[in-house]
């Protein structure tokens, strides 16, 4: 019990920080640029309409909810390339079905109540 215990705890603990990380909307617009294509902080920073140092508070907080990577630049090893990391968002997906089967428990017993009132 223990073992599970701990293993939702962890899921809880990072599904918490992924909403943390998507709460704010230049985050998500970040989130939504990585997914066409990995870019870097400068180009994240035009295309949002940033400066580079509050850029890089956002993929601060991206990285550490584990949404996003870094890698270097094999051309520029000064230059820091992100990526998104759709593996990430793997815990919110089973708090979502997790969510989504609940509700489709409760829609069918409702649904069943319903059906027999009209029986009667």
């Given at each position: 019990?223990?073992?599970?215990?701990?293993?939702?705890?962890?899921?809880?603990?990072?599904?918490a920080?992924?909403?943390?990380?998507?709460?704010?909307?230049?985050?998500r617009?970040?989130?939504?640029?990585?997914?066409a294509?990995?870019?870097?902080?400068?180009?994240?920073?035009?295309?949002?309409?940033?400066?580079?140092?509050a850029?890089?508070?956002?993929?601060?907080?991206l990285?550490?909810?584990?949404?996003?990577?870094?890698?270097?630049?094999?051309?520029?090893?000064?230059?820091?390339?992100?990526?998104?990391?759709?593996?990430?968002?793997?815990?919110?997906?089973?708090?979502?079905?997790?969510?989504?089967?609940?509700?489709?428990?409760?829609?069918?017993?409702?649904?069943?109540?319903?059906?027999?009132?009209?029986?009667?």
């Amino acid at each position: 019990m223990d073992i599970q215990r701990t293993g939702e705890q962890a899921q809880a603990e990072a599904v918490a920080g992924l909403f943390e990380a998507l709460a704010d909307p230049t985050r998500r617009q970040v989130v939504e640029l990585l997914g066409a294509r990995p870019a870097r902080a400068g180009e994240l920073a035009a295309a949002t309409g940033m400066s580079p140092p509050a850029m890089s508070k956002h993929l601060r907080q991206l990285l550490r909810a584990g949404l996003v990577a870094d890698e270097r630049d094999a051309a520029d090893a000064r230059a820091r390339v992100f990526r998104l990391r759709p593996q990430s968002v793997a815990a919110l997906q089973a708090w979502l079905d997790q969510l989504q089967a609940h509700w489709n428990a409760q829609l069918a017993s409702f649904q069943r109540h319903v059906e027999r009132q009209v029986e009667r």
